[in-house]
């Protein structure tokens, strides 16, 4: 049976999952019958997207308290009268009785985009499924059955995985070496099961590191007047998400968390340090590499000419092709699938 099986335990009050996957486990990636998804196909590309971009707006979401934020500002800026003009200058605010409160509004606006950022500049996923027979899978993304699925070995895509991770670090250190960056900033590179559960991850303590480094670096810019070269700017931003890609449990908390109505997608994540903002690049894709898939799995609505052109790719690819259909029972109906000889 293609099925983990997930034991959840507590450890001194702190929550920790163990997954086991059965010998010859597989993954499946849904796609839509468009020229994207049949040129990754033909290359053997794997893509990952930002999270911000999933059709769940709300995934990798986190929540904040606004209030322990804003006095958490108050305090600060409060405490440092040459800071706190300096701030009123850059946001346009005139510096009387209320600037500290008008001041804390502002920057926690601009941080909570602080969610969007996180989900747009840090991290890249492409999402996988145990399950090629589920119908609303292939309602929700293979465009109503009439696109396609694409069959991974699970060992190769945790190697796949590995080496993403090894020639990410091999591109950063390449091209940004005169940075000096520490390997601590570094993300693994992971394949991860989804947990489902009703609760989004509280970032109220990491924004208050995200907002100690941005007063840091006015003071060290504006005050103090200090050079700031493309090396202190990109540590900088490596700053604001030093803990989101050191902590662990900040990670999957981030990350790997989906509320319970999506529990029907069985889903894992290869997930990866976007490395587009780095080189300018806004998109919202960006190619993981190349890895080819063991078998395809034809969708029952496609069209006759797309199933002959997706055949045609998998003969010379030597894999495996299926063709799903529906199979009638007493009661309802299942989806199956037969081998295309």
């Keep these: ?26 993954l499946f990636k849904m796609r839509a019958d468009n020229d994207y998804s049949f040129s990754a196909f033909l290359n053997d590309e794997i893509w ?5 971009a999933f059709n769940d707006p709300y995934d990798s979401m986190a929540i904040y308290n606004f209030y322990e934020l804003h006095n958490y500002i108050v305090k600060i800026i409060n405490s440092d009268v040459s800071l706190k003009k300096k701030l009123c200058e850059i946001n346009f605010i005139n510096l009387d009785d209320y600037s500290s409160t008008k001041l ?27 399950k090629i027979d589920n119908e609303i899978m292939w309602a929700h993304y293979a ?18 995985g590995r080496n993403l991770e090894r020639k990410s670090n091999e591109l950063l250190y390449s091209n940004y070496n005169f940075l000096d960056i520490e390997e601590e900033y570094l993300m693994p590179n992971v394949l991860v099961p989804i947990i489902y559960k009703n609760r989004k991850y509280n970032m109220t303590e990491y924004l208050k590191k995200v907002i100690d480094n941005e007063m840091l670096g006015v003071k060290k810019l504006y005050i103090e007047n200090s050079e700031w070269t493309l090396r202190q700017s990109i540590i900088n931003l490596l700053n604001n998400t030093h803990e989101f890609r050191l902590d662990k449990s900040t990670f999957y908390e981030m990350n790997c968390f989906k509320k319970t109505d999506w529990k029907y997608e069985r889903e894992w994540r290869l997930l990866a340090y976007n490395m587009n903002p780095l080189y300018l690049n806004s998109s ?22 797309n199933k002959e052109s997706l055949i045609s790719i998998a003969q010379k690819k ?3 092709i299926y063709q799903m259909y529906t199979k009638m029972e007493k009661n309802s109906i299942k989806l199956k699938y037969k081998e295309v000889k």
């Design 143 to 160: 465009n109503n059955a009439r696109g396609f699925a694409l069959e991974y070995d699970f060992k190769e895509l945790v190697n796949f």
């Design 284 to 305: 919202p894709h960006m190619l993981f590499g190349e890895l080819k898939p063991k078998a395809i799995y034809l969708g029952e609505k496609m069209s006759n000419y």
């Design 48 to 52: 990952g997207t930002v999270p911000k």
């Design 104 to 130: 804390a509004k502002a920057l926690i606006s601009t941080l909570t985009d602080g969610d969007d950022a996180l989900r747009s500049s840090v991290l890249m996923s492409s999402c996988f499924t145990e």
């Design 318 to 320: 030597k894999i495996k």
């Design 1 to 26: 049976m293609n099925k983990s099986k997930m034991v959840q335990k507590k450890e001194n009050e702190k929550e920790t999952y163990e997954v086991s996957v059965p010998t010859n486990f597989k």
